[in-house]
């Protein structure tokens, strides 16, 4: 129908990850995010289903942020055929390569260990995509400065304003037509003790609202819940391993360890951190802070120490660093990728140490149904690692104020922060019971016509 435009949500509904959604205009197709699915082998398994169209018919992508949930499987596409620009913030620009190249290497060492130990049902298992097809994509990225607005095809341009969620994360505005489009992406804390807040929330006619916390709150800010366990641990000699995410976790949670021993309330112990991608994201962090980033607080842009290093910080940076960690001479704590412990070197310090009734297994953040982060959260009693169970005797232990999501409460804020109300609002990126709840405020407090999209579902604008 020439004039219309319309809306089509490819993932992210009914989960909380994926994210993916086509806004077309006339003959022009805008693709907001491009994330892969994760957590249960179903929902992974979508990754290699053929996209809804030719890649070749979308024009351009606009990424709200660099999580592997909203960049992850734009190399696949590449390797689809789509070689039009990625339009980003200038820091999700920095990031999102880091995300890339790292997915890129899982997925090729994930099909070497698949054809060697023949956990594969096919006699040649290939990767999702390689690292050629990540560096074209790398090649695509288009930085846009926050509040200028960009024109991505014919009759569509995007606005990024702040979202912080994680460096570079953007909400995001579409004008498309005679017809406005908000996208939250993942939308941050007031609170979060590195990055501003997100800015309100746009006047659009359709509104895009995540739900990963829709149906929850978060606890006050309050060091002390994670020092406790912590500090348990230290006195019985164990080491303390977080499955830490590799991009703005990482990091917070070296503020915090930094707070904590900088006033007596953990002993000072070697800090590890043990993953190339949060090594590499910690530099481009750091940089932030040197150059003055607009998301940077400006108290954290205003010392002259590194906000990051907890006083005995130690970069491990060879794979044979990372092996000596699995059995270290005295205790210490370790943040290792991935954050939901579905990959990466922390798998391998699980492997080893939980076993050890003395060490602690701390989880930050959410973890999605179907990884080992929620296995633990949920009580498992042993994990599957490289084909084995291993017991899980550690003390496992969860610090939920810790997450860079909005809780319930947040996200009802920042809907009512718009200037005037979307026609409709539809939320997605959560899991089911956490959609629906956040629906059900939005209708009930608002006065919102709130939706929850089915997968694959079009609407007009």
């Known amino acids: 129908m020439p004039g219309h435009v319309s809306l089509q949500f490819l993932g992210a509904t009914g989960t909380v990850t994926g994210s993916r959604f086509l806004v077309t205009a006339g003959r022009a197709r805008l693709l907001v995010d491009c994330g892969m699915f994760q957590g249960e082998r179903a929902l992974r398994r979508r990754n290699w289903a053929p996209f809804p169209l030719p890649a070749t ?34 820091w999700t620009a920095r990031v999102a390569p880091i995300v890339l190249r790292d997915a890129a290497h899982l997925q090729e060492e994930d099909a070497r260990y698949a054809a060697t130990n023949g956990h594969s049902r096919h006699r040649d298992p290939l990767p999702l995509f390689d690292s050629t097809d990540a560096e074209h994509a790398i090649g695509l990225l288009r930085p846009v400065p926050f509040h200028h607005e960009q024109l991505v095809a014919p009759g569509i341009a995007v606005r ?27 939308l941050g804390r007031d609170d979060h003790p590195l990055l501003t807040g997100p800015e309100p929330a746009p006047a659009v006619d359709a509104l895009v609202v995540e739900s990963t916390y829709g149906n929850r709150s978060h606890p006050p800010r309050d060091l002390e819940r994670l020092a406790a366990p912590i500090r348990r641990a230290l006195a019985r000699g164990g080491v303390v391993v977080i499955p830490a995410f590799a991009i703005d976790r990482t990091e917070v949670f070296l503020m915090a360890l930094r707070e904590l021993m900088s006033a007596g309330r953990l002993p000072q112990v070697p800090v590890f951190v043990d993953s190339p991608m949060a090594l590499a994201a910690m530099e481009v962090y750091r940089q932030a802070v040197r150059e003055g980033a607009p998301e940077i607080r400006p108290e954290i842009r205003a010392r002259s120490t ?80 490289y084909g084995e169970y291993v017991p899980v005797r550690a003390e496992v232990a969860a610090v939920d104020d810790m997450s860079a999501h909005a809780d319930a409460d947040g996200l009802v804020a920042w809907l009512k922060s718009a200037p005037t109300p979307p026609r409709t609002c539809y939320v997605i990126h959560g899991e089911p019971a956490a959609s629906a709840a956040l629906a059900s405020r939005i209708d009930g407090e608002l006065g919102w016509c709130a939706v929850t999209p089915r997968e694959t579902e079009r609407v007009l604008v």
């Open 306 to 385: 590194d906000p990051f290093d907890p006083g005995d910080l130690r970069l491990v940076t060879t794979a044979q660093e990372s092996m000596r960690l699995n059995d270290p001479s005295s205790p210490c704590i370790m943040l290792s990728a991935s954050g939901m412990a579905t990959g990466g070197r922390v798998v391998h310090h699980l492997a080893h140490l939980a076993p050890e009734p003395r060490n602690l297994i701390l989880l930050p953040g959410f973890q999605v149904a179907g990884t080992r982060g929620r296995a633990l959260l949920d009580g498992a009693r042993s994990l599957k690692m």
């Open 57 to 90: 018919d979308i024009d351009a992508i606009v990424l709200t942020h660099s999580h592997l949930d909203h960049v992850g499987w734009l190399p696949r596409l590449v390797r689809q055929g789509f070689a039009g620009s990625v339009y980003c913030s200038p």
């Open 160 to 186: 990024l304003n702040p979202a912080g969620h994680i460096l570079g994360s953007s909400i995001v505005q579409v004008h498309a037509g005679t017809r406005t489009l908000g996208f939250s992406g993942d």
